[in-house]
DNA sequence: ATTATTTTGGAACAATCATTCCAAATAGCG
DNA sequence: CGCTATTTGGAATGATTGTTCCAAAATAAT
């Protein structure tokens, strides 16, 4: 019987994401976000209950938008080693586009956010256990198949590959120069040697 | 002749800088700012022009009053190598001191401002070219007393470092587990091997 | 003590904040 | 077509934003 809405509730949701991603939480002012995802105020309210909550949507819509299926395109019929090398050449490939240069929104927000907002800081712990897990799996493979050297445990190898991804989304959105960016991401390869 | 400030201006700052540091710049009023100062407005805007400006005084004061004497005093008196894993065991130490757990001024203000601002962005830069050349230095002094392993040039591992070094007050600043932040710090000696 | 100069406190400002609310418009069902 | 449930657009809300402005207070020099 009702009216159908006039909009596509998740086309909406990704063009905030888009614009939480350049911009940040509290620098995004509700009337850029309804201009950004282009409905009002009515449909909003109504539709993703307020800001804050539009936020962890977004989050979460990000996660399996993009970083998902960024990270299984750069990682496709490798091996695991070069699925990780690959996992960072990725980023220096992108650090021209402009969406390349606003670093990650998890992180982002993490770093705005975490310290005072609960529900924040547990999707970012959720995410991060997520990342080292997929990198601690592709240790163990290459460790087991040779190419990655085993002075180191698995889980810790894959957590410093973990923070040495945080480390290059800060300079990336630190818009640092390209020579620091691939001098750094170069480096890479000194860990699982 | 005239009348003399009722408020020490360094102290003033100082307080400033600190709830920059715990809120992020944006979350942060000017009603929040006065009050942590304990100035009023027209005092402020004689004194610092402006809450932007203030920022970038209160980066400086950073810089100068918390990041480098607590450099100093963390590698003093060490050799290089020991000097290098000291600044990282160092915010181990202090992940449980509320000012600790707020990351570092520098980045929390790279990573929310420096895509938008040019006048954050340059300060950024400058400062973490002077952070990177101070683990180049260690570096080569660390590789020349054979502690550190030569297999990558001192710019490089370096710059490796500093990376390192943003990772983990980004982890920080999320507010992980403390075995996560021990897993990820206590591999500082896999990059030096 | 008087004068000159600066600081101080806070009222006032226009702009913007996130959110609420509701009449008008709309679309599916009978 | 008419009924009804829902969305839509936007006016309105009260709170808060950063900044300006100025009379009153205070101090150092004359």
Redesign the interface.
């Known amino acids: 019987m009702p009216r159908t809405k006039a909009f596509d509730v998740t086309d909406a949701l990704d063009k905030a994401k888009d614009y939480f991603w350049?911009?940040?939480y509290?620098?995004t002012s509700m009337d850029d976000l309804l201009k950004a995802m282009g409905i009002n105020r009515g449909s909003f309210y109504d539709t993703y209950e307020n800001k804050h909550k539009l936020l962890l949507d977004a989050l979460d819509h990000y996660i399996e938008n993009d970083i998902a299926p960024s990270l299984a395109k750069a990682t496709e019929g490798l091996e695991p080693r070069e699925a990780i090398v690959a996992i960072f050449k990725r980023k220096l490939k992108r650090m021209n586009d402009p969406q390349g240069?606003?670093?990650c929104l998890l992180?982002?927000t993490?770093?705005?956010l975490?310290?005072?907002d609960e529900a924040v800081?547990k999707v970012?712990?959720r995410r991060?256990d997520e990342l080292?897990k997929r990198f601690i799996r592709l240790v163990k493979q290459g460790q087991a198949d040779g190419t990655i050297s085993k002075?180191?445990k698995p889980?810790?190898?894959g957590?410093?590959l973990?923070?040495?991804?945080?480390?290059?989304l800060?300079?990336l959105?630190?818009?640092?120069?390209e020579t620091?960016l691939k001098?750094?991401i170069?480096?890479v390869d000194?860990?699982l040697?």
């Open positions: 350049a911009h940040g509290e620098s240069r606003f670093g992180i982002n993490a770093l705005e975490a310290p005072h800081a970012v712990h991060y080292a002075r180191c889980t810790q190898l957590r410093l973990l923070n040495h991804l945080l480390g290059v800060v300079l959105r630190s818009r640092v120069s620091m001098s750094v170069n480096q000194l860990l040697d």
